[in-house]
């Protein structure tokens, strides 16, 4: 089987940002984004959902981090897409619920090829550290609009916002994970009766 692996390079007047990606790694990380919540995020993604993920971004953060969060979203969104390919073989549909503490959340993906995002997170409070709550929803967006998956995030509990978002990034890496992993059952095949996703 061929590494599902894929590197992609995004430059624009307000970021520029390179990523590479491994979704049969072992779920190491490099990241370095200039938002120090956000990496942390990442990390949860890279390491609940077994890629090996490094994101290198430089934005313009004097501004605020939406640049930088948005488009980190459609970058891993691209390299993702790229490295499942033609989706023949894979799970395509992927769920997860994690609690942290008094935090619960609920994450569930469809590799459908067609975008579409419910996010219903009730965050407690406006920023973590340097990060705004609100940016989470553009980073996931930006995901899937580019990743052409459909992702539904649901906070079922939670009253810290740290918390919160810990459980829904965690959620989404083992989401992704169960739906990207090979069903040796149905190998080499696409899992739609359409034939292709």
């Known amino acids: 089987m061929q590494p599902r692996k894929a590197e ?3 430059n624009t007047r307000e970021t520029q940002i390179t990523v590479k990606l491994n979704i049969d790694g072992t779920g190491q990380s490099k990241l370095d984004t200039g938002i120090g919540f956000f990496d942390h995020m990442l990390d949860q993604i890279s390491r609940h959902g077994m890629i090996d993920l490094e994101v290198v971004a430089k934005g ?8 930088t969060v948005e488009d980190v979203g459609i970058t891993i ?3 993702l897409a790229q490295a499942v390919g033609d ?3 894979i799970r395509r549909y992927g769920h997860a619920y994690v609690p942290l503490d008094e935090a619960l959340s609920r994450v569930v993906v469809d590799f ?3 975008p579409g995002i419910e996010m219903h997170v009730p965050f407690k409070s406006g920023a ?9 929803f553009e980073f996931f967006q930006g995901f899937v609009n580019h990743a052409f998956v459909t992702l539904h995030i649901d906070n079922l509990r939670g009253e810290n916002s740290h918390h919160q978002a810990e459980t829904v990034f965690k959620a989404f890496g083992r989401a992704i994970r169960m739906a990207i992993e090979l069903d040796p059952r149905s190998a080499g095949v696409i899992p ?3 034939g292709v996703l």
């Open 8 to 10: 992609v390079t995004r």
């Open 60 to 67: 313009d953060l004097h501004i605020d981090g939406h640049h």
């Open 77 to 79: 969104g691209q390299a």
């Open 87 to 89: 989706k023949a073989g």
């Open 112 to 114: 459908s090829g067609r």
């Open 128 to 136: 973590i550290g340097s990060f705004d709550t609100q940016l989470a």
């Open 192 to 194: 739609s009766t359409k």
